[in-house]
């Protein structure tokens, strides 16, 4: 059974820091592209960023320069490093994953797998 487990949310000032997780199991972590993906009341799920199973990483015009995605896959996780958060990136964020090797999620790919999200609120 595959699980993608979300952590790392909270709330935050304008500015700040956060780092959010994804533990995945039950899937082999290798042949699968990850993503996280935003949604914030009253507006449609975006990909907010990216990782192949080889490392290429994409993200989402209104992140560049401020989050960074990677993954531990000795730990089969997934981490979004959020810096120089904005009140308008709060949102639930979710982990996905899609089988795909060596393939990074695009935005309208259909994902596999879909974790129960993680709430960041960002104050101004």
């Known amino acids: 059974q595959v699980q993608l487990v979300e952590s790392g949310g909270g709330l935050v000032q304008a500015g700040g820091s956060l780092r959010l997780s994804c533990a995945a199991s039950g899937l082999t972590f290798s042949i699968y592209g990850m993503g996280w993906y935003r949604q914030a009341p009253g507006k449609e799920r975006e990909l907010v960023a990216s990782i192949s199973s080889g490392g290429s990483t994409y993200y989402a015009d209104f992140v560049k320069g401020r989050f960074t995605i990677s993954t531990d896959n000795a730990e089969n996780t997934v981490i979004l490093q959020m810096t120089s958060l904005k009140p308008e990136d709060t949102a639930d964020y979710y982990c996905?994953?899609?089988?795909?090797?060596?393939?990074?999620?695009?935005?309208?790919?259909?994902?596999?797998?879909w974790g129960k999200g993680t709430v960041v609120t960002v104050s101004s």
């Open positions: 996905a994953a899609k089988r795909a090797i060596y393939q990074r999620p695009r935005p309208g790919d259909a994902m596999d797998y």
